[in-house]
């Protein structure tokens, strides 16, 4: 891991869309990079939505290439509403796959 980018488990990670909840886990991760918010990142298989590829991606050279992904819950679909990084660096192979959803395109990410 670089000093620049920090990743630790998070005890509990909760998401909604439209006050649905589409992510309960106890199985997160709180990315923590630089002067930016820390971000929470929530594996794949613990997301009850549509997840599909949005628009757009880049690299980040000490997290690797992401790419957004569109979210559908409760029969409406949110553009560009997460990324998820699908070719880590080494230092963040734990993120791999997971995903990141963006504070203003859910309800909530609530952490505790």
């Not at 690797?64 to 949110?78: P, S, Y």
Request: glycine residues 10%.
């Amino acid at each position: 891991m670089t000093d620049h980018v920090t990743l630790e488990p998070c005890t509990r990670i909760q998401v909604r869309i439209d006050g649905q909840p589409i992510v309960d886990t106890t199985r997160g991760i709180v990315v923590r990079e630089g002067g930016l918010p820390a971000r929470y990142y929530v594996p794949q298989d613990e997301v009850d939505a549509e997840i599909s590829d949005g628009h757009g991606g880049a690299r980040c050279p000490w997290k690797g290439l992401w790419k957004h992904l569109d979210v559908t819950a409760g029969g409406r679909r949110v553009s560009n509403a997460a990324w998820t990084y699908y070719e880590p660096t080494p230092s963040c192979e734990a993120i791999r796959d997971f995903i990141a959803f963006y504070p203003d395109k859910v309800d909530a990410i609530d952490v505790g």
